[in-house]
């Protein structure tokens, strides 16, 4: 990932997880979002959305990158990728999706500051039950936007899917067990594979409209797949669906999993539209430095390091132990990005300098080995049309498999608590 979309991307989830304006109270009955139309008018632009049934709504405004937030209670979207935008009207570009369950939200980036003039809800075009939500947008100078803009005092609540009306329900996932938890002996390596973005945040966008967050996703159900039929390895999840999971949570997914592998995959993007090449990143030294202190201020103690209870140390040997286990987990990080790189060889080119070293926020479990695989640039056209070839998807899974399994029979997984 480039520094300039991580730097997007964090006030992208800044703007999508904190923002005044209008909250329509009614009935809630579950609803599709089939369709989105957008018309340019001479002093406002148009947004229409068709839907099955007419859901709670709450519509505000972000600024610092300029946008519109819609919101809604028990609603799923059904439509396609977005199509062409006017280019001559207030919409730059939209996004949609799951932002958690019960809640679905549609993002619209603006070209310039605006105000909703007014939304509402018509029938449906075809005299059927469903119905149509008008929002019009008009421009407004500067300072009248950032006046408005900003979070509701009181969001919209989530509001459960309602189950034999074809909306999909959230599943239950396993109860993992606490952070903590011994690992028993004669047990089987624990893998925790991690889908980047979801939901509202597809991620990086190809020159072709693919997105990264549904190329990570299938490959990461392909590899959970290839790992769970070996027999070998109980395989799991931190995104089971098109949702967006803060990054945080991601890391304590895996922490609760007990997991002797974390690997996070993501699909890159760049200015350059040459670059290319597949990459694998472990913890930066300085990042994990950083990290550990605030782990040792942050955490319970009893839950800093897996199997091993601080809570009646000092500081100072809390501060060792959390320094060594933290220097055997790179370096089984390290070891498993080593193994990796020439197995992503065989399939695909590697970056000049395919294993580099970073600070993402999943990398940073203490006591859990991790890596963040790059597959590739979504924004060279070769490597696009790589990433959308279920062919070449199976060839990298085969891959990573290859490199778990080799990976493992030299790092034998750690029972705590013997």
Do not use: C
């Not at 989105?36 to 505000?60: E, M, N, W, Y």
């Not at 519109?68 to 062409?84: E, H, I, R, S, Y």
């Not at 600070?359 to 924004?379: M, R, Y």
């Amino acid at each position: 990932m480039t520094r300039t979309r991580l730097i997007s991307g964090i006030f992208a989830l800044l703007g999508l997880l904190l923002v005044p304006v209008v909250v329509q109270a009614v009935k809630s009955e579950p609803a599709f979002i089939s369709s989105l139309r957008i018309g340019v008018h001479p002093d406002h632009t148009r947004i229409v959305l068709d839907l099955s049934a007419q859901p709670k709504t709450q519509i505000f405004t972000l600024s610092a990158p300029d946008r519109v937030v819609l919101d809604l209670a028990g609603a799923q979207f059904t439509m396609k990728t977005p199509g062409p935008i006017p280019k001559a009207g207030l919409v730059d570009q939209y996004r949609f999706g799951l932002f958690r369950p019960g809640l679905s939200r549609l993002v619209l980036d603006l070209r310039k500051p605006v105000t909703v003039k007014q939304h509402f809800f018509l029938p449906a075009t075809d005299g059927g039950t469903g119905k149509r939500m008008v929002i019009d947008l008009a421009p407004v100078s500067r300072a009248n936007f950032d006046k408005q803009a900003g979070f509701p005092k009181t969001a919209l609540k989530a509001e459960p899917s309602a189950s034999g009306n074809g909306v999909a329900q959230p599943q239950p996932s396993a109860q993992p067990q606490p952070v903590g938890a011994t690992r028993p002996k004669n047990r089987r390596p624990v893998i925790v594979l991690d889908a980047g973005h979801g939901g509202v945040d597809p991620g990086a966008i190809g020159r072709s409209g693919t997105r990264e967050k549904d190329v990570v996703f299938d490959v990461t159900k392909r590899l959970q797949r290839k790992l769970q039929a070996t027999g070998r390895y109980d395989v799991y999840l931190t995104r089971d669906r098109d949702i967006l999971i803060p990054l945080r949570e991601r890391v304590r997914r895996a922490r609760a999993r007990n997991a002797d592998l974390f690997i996070s995959i993501h699909a890159d993007s760049a200015e350059n539209p040459k670059a290319h090449g597949a990459g694998v990143y472990t913890l930066s030294e300085r990042s994990s430095d950083k990290e550990a202190a605030a782990l040792a201020r942050r955490e319970n103690r009893a839950d800093i390091i897996a199997g091993v209870n601080l809570e009646h140390e000092t500081h100072e040997v809390t501060n060792i132990l959390i320094d060594l286990a933290q220097r055997e987990t790179k370096n089984r990080s390290a070891a498993f990005a080593e193994t990796l790189v020439p197995q992503l060889r065989a399939v695909t080119d590697n970056r000049s300098k395919p294993h580099r070293f970073a600070g993402f926020v999943v990398l940073k479990a203490p006591d859990v080995p991790s890596v963040l695989i790059e597959l590739g640039f979504l924004t060279n056209r070769t490597e696009e049309r790589r990433l959308r070839s279920s062919q070449w998807r199976d060839q990298m899974v085969a891959a990573i498999g290859r490199a778990v399994d080799n990976y493992f029979k030299n790092h034998p997984v750690v029972a705590y608590g013997d």
